[in-house]
């Protein structure tokens, strides 16, 4: 029968931490822009994402592996009549199926934990212009800002040319050969 040691199965994975960055703005003046919209997407890596999640389903398995290697090996145990070597052989078997249902939600999970977002702020300028004097640069007193309009004709009553008409102005009558 094998001889299965758990201490000497490296269980790490990659790094999974996840960083948001931040920005020091505290040399820009802002002063003069205001927001003018923002929007978002999906900024993920997927592709670094399948790859830690399938180092967690590779570990799964192997972690797997082990288990149902210490299910056999308690089985047999068991029908060799060696109930406490079947016992904690066993143990060891849930034990390992504990730790691979671990590994398998740790890959489920980083497909939620590592997802990013990344936000898309507008910004426009805005002129401050209270301390010019503007007075004098667009006074229109003196212009005559009523609309000119012609009356010399009207839409209501349109002109009516009555030097034709539409009924027959022959007046002889044919009569049937």
Do not use: F, I
């Not at 802002?30 to 993920?44: F, K, L």
């Not at 288990?67 to 066993?90: F, I, K, R």
């Not at 691979?100 to 401050?128: F, I, K, P």
């Not at 102005?169 to 050969?177: E, K, L, N, P």
């Amino acid at each position: 029968m094998s001889d299965y040691s758990d201490s000497t199965y490296d269980t790490s994975s990659s790094d999974t931490t996840s960083y948001t960055p931040t920005y020091d703005t505290t040399g820009y003046d802002t002063t003069g822009y205001v927001e003018t919209g923002s929007s978002t997407y999906d900024s993920t890596a997927w592709s670094e994402v399948a790859a830690v999640g399938r180092d967690y389903y590779d570990t799964y398995a192997a972690e797997t592996g082990v288990a149902n290697s210490y299910y056999t090996m308690s089985t047999q145990a068991w029908l060799e009549g060696d109930y406490s070597l079947a016992y904690d052989l066993n143990q060891q078997s849930l034990d390992w199926g504990a730790q691979a249902d671990g590994s398998w939600d740790a890959g489920n999970d980083v497909y939620t934990s590592m997802a990013e977002t990344t936000t898309v702020t507008s910004y426009d300028q805005v002129y401050d212009t209270s301390g010019y004097d503007t007075s004098g640069y667009y006074d229109t007193s003196g212009y005559d800002t009523a609309p000119a309009v012609d009356t010399s004709w009207s839409a209501a009553t349109p002109a009516v040319d009555t030097s034709w008409s539409a009924a027959s102005t022959d007046t002889s009558t044919d009569s049937a050969v």
